[in-house]
T-cell receptor, first 110, second 114 residues
């Protein structure tokens, strides 16, 4: 599984876009990039995933660079409820486990 | 559409005791994974169950065991509890055969070992 590197913490003003970076320079061709978030003391929440193309859903957008060595999760209009730890995870096709790192603690500031 | 449910929400046990945690997967899901999350750490994979068999196991001792029932629900059993077993235990479900096997997590069971 690719090792992912994320900044330990970030701040974002409420209403602004939150851009969370993730480096995964050792990612293999069959590895998906998954993003989860965990609000304090709750179970992780699935956000979005992608392989090569950019993806968008009702929660966020995922931008993956052409060389697939990094990606950015974009929350278009951050709210206070988006304050959480965000995890970027490389998941090989057919893998059974998620390997969580330390993630990025995002604080949305009023 | 019911999501992943876990019971109980909280549990307090003493060292040496045994505990059983329960998980019901999301509707339409047939695979259950268990994770342990110590305070301040990311979740760590314990094992995954599919077709009532343990399919893969993380780096956890044999004191941790599980079971999956024909209705896809699952139990996690921990024997001879240690203080270090205090953690949030998370269950995640997924659907075998889906292109990316996305796992969806329940709210967790908070276990405290005294």
């Amino acid at each position: 599984d690719a090792k992912t590197t994320q900044p330990p913490s970030m701040d974002c003003a409420e209403g602004r876009a939150a851009n969370l970076p993730c480096n995964h320079s050792t990612i293999s061709g069959n590895e998906y990039v998954y993003w989860y978030r965990q609000i304090h003391s709750q179970g992780p929440q699935y956000i979005i995933h992608g392989l090569k193309n950019n993806e968008t859903n009702e929660m966020a957008s995922l931008i993956i660079t052409e060389d697939r060595k990094s990606s950015t999760l974009i929350l278009p209009h951050a709210t206070l409820r988006d304050t959480a730890v965000y995890y970027c995870i490389g998941v090989p096709t057919g893998s059974y486990q998620l390997t969580f790192g330390k993630g990025t603690k995002l604080s949305v500031i009023p | 559409d019911a999501g992943v449910t876990q019971s109980p929400t909280h549990l307090i046990k003493t060292r040496g005791q045994q505990v059983t945690l329960r998980c019901s997967p999301k509707s339409g899901h047939d695979t259950v994974s268990w994770y342990q999350q110590a305070l301040g750490q990311g979740p760590q994979f314990i094992f995954q169950y599919y077709e009532e068999e343990e399919r893969q196991r993380g780096n956890f001792p044999d004191r941790f065991s599980g079971h999956q029932f024909p209705n896809y629900s699952s139990e996690l059993n921990v024997n001879a509890l240690l203080l270090g077993d205090s953690a949030l235990y998370l269950c995640a479900s997924s659907r075998q055969g889906a292109s990316t096997d996305t796992q969806y997590f329940g709210p967790g069971t908070r276990l405290t070992v005294l």
